[in-house]
Each structure stands twice: as C-alpha cells, then as structure tokens.
C-alpha cells in the first residue's frame, strides 16, 4: 500500500514540463547512439554496458555493498572515460552531421555512384593489369583503419581511383577506403588474414589484406591483380572471383543495395 501512494505522488507531480525533459533526455541519447552506431566499438561498448548491468542486478541481487558502492559512484567516471575513449567514433558522427544536417541519420547510404566507379575502375585496371584495392565502409566504421593512410575526402569517381593505382604512384600499394559517396583516404594498411583455405595459400599480401579487413569487419573488398588482372569481391572471410565488370557490378548491387528490384527477383547471390 506505501508503495502505491508513493507512485501515486510521484505521478501527480508529472507535467509537460517532466515530459519534455523525458524527451530531450531521450534525443541525446537517440543522437548519441547513432553516433556512434556503425563503428567497431559499438561491440566493445555493448559488451561493456552488459558488464555493468550484471554488477547492478548482482549488487541489488545479493546486496553486495562494495558492489552498490561502486556502481553508485562509478557512473559519472565511466561515462568520462567512454567519452575519451570514443572521441574519433563521436568526432565521425559530428562531421557527418555537419555535412549532411540532421536528415543525414534517416537517409539510408547511396552505393550507386560508388559501384559505377568501383566497377569502371577495377575493369580499367584489370585490362591493363594494375593492382589495386578498394575497402567499402558498411555498417562498421572503419576509422582506425583510415587513420592510417592519406587523407583524400574527395568524391568519387573511377579517374580517381585508377589513378590512386596507377603504377609507382606513391600510394598504390596500400588500400583506398570509401565511404559513402566519398574516397576517404588512401594508402591504409589493413590487417592480414588469419588463416587461408588450402587452395589460397599462395595469395598475395593483397589479398590477403582484402580477406583480413572482411574478417574483422562487415566491409566489401575489391581487388585487382597485378600479375594477372584478375577481380575478386572478399566479404566476411571469404575470397570470390569475379569473371569480368558486370559479375562485379552484380556482385556489389546484391551486397550493397540488396533492396533493389534485381536483386529482389534473385533467388542466390551472383558469386
């Protein structure tokens, strides 16, 4: 019964000025959210905050008093902590904001004009046997990987990305990432795969840089050979050949845009 007068009370204290606040409290943590969804940390933050909710119901549970006292008092230094933390994640999704405005968060991403470039470049590349790789951002960012290459932040287009490979050119041995519409750097380093199928043993360090990114994220590769101009997607761990620009083309609607109606009358996928 005290527990149902109390509600009671608390409840006719309630105004719009309590829902208001309940909303903006809400938002931020919408925008914070999405700020830092679509980065590899989003993992490492879940993994923390389920952490942190099994040492609240635990010290409630069990009325651990060091336990309580700790989260009681942990709060305010983890969310400081976090912030330090995730700053690149939260400076990301700031610029984003910047550049697209608030839209920006409920659009989903365009691939078209990045398949066009992708595939007119790779076949550009392939007929005249320059190697090449080119890494597409998905879901999980990939900034770390970013921050190790050039800058470009331009748009873009299969000129840029051949030329990006073109032969001694100083960053065409490394790899081009692109995200969105844009080619943001080039020149990364990618980690290597960890471990490759019998049959893919002799794989260049290329390719196995374009299998290694796709092990640890959700990111499309597409490389070029340079010994013998061949095309292949990796995603997921997983090297594919591609026969020519249109296996290429088809291969990159059905990841990237799988909503399409191509892709919709598709019953597998092209590779």
């Known amino acids: 019964m005290p527990d149902t007068q109390h509600f009671r009370e608390v409840l006719s204290q309630f105004d719009w000025t309590s829902a208001f606040d309940i909303l903006l409290i809400a938002a931020v943590i919408f925008t914070l959210l999405r700020i830092m969804s679509g980065t590899r940390v989003m993992t490492q933050l879940r993994g923390m905050l389920a952490l942190f909710l099994v040492f609240v119901v635990l010290g409630r549970a069990l009325d651990l008093t060091v336990i309580n006292y700790l989260v009681e008092n942990s709060v305010t230094a983890l969310l400081i902590g976090a912030a330090i933390i995730f700053q690149p994640e939260f400076r990301r999704g700031l610029d984003r904001l910047g550049r697209t405005g608030v839209s920006g968060w409920f659009t989903p991403a365009r691939y078209e004009d990045v398949i066009d470039s992708v595939v007119k470049a790779a076949g550009r590349m392939s007929a005249e046997k320059h190697g090449g790789l080119f890494v597409l951002e998905r879901e999980t960012g990939l900034q770390d ?127």
């Open 145 to 271: 990987v970013i921050e190790t290459g050039i800058p470009v932040d331009a748009r873009v287009s299969p000129e840029l990305l051949a030329g990006i490979f073109y032969p001694n050119s100083p960053l065409h041995d490394m790899a081009v990432v692109l995200r969105d519409e844009r080619v943001v750097a080039a020149g990364c380093v990618l980690p290597l795969a960890n471990e490759l199928p019998a049959f893919d043993r002799n794989l260049g360090t290329r390719h196995r840089a374009a299998i290694g990114i796709t092990e640890a994220t959700d990111a499309l590769t597409v490389v070029v050979s340079e010994e013998t101009g061949d095309i292949s997607v990796a995603l997921h761990g997983r090297l594919t050949h591609v026969p020519d620009e249109r296996g290429l083309k088809a291969v990159l609607e059905w990841v990237l845009e799988p909503g399409t109606a191509a892709n919709a009358r598709a019953g597998e996928p092209p590779v």
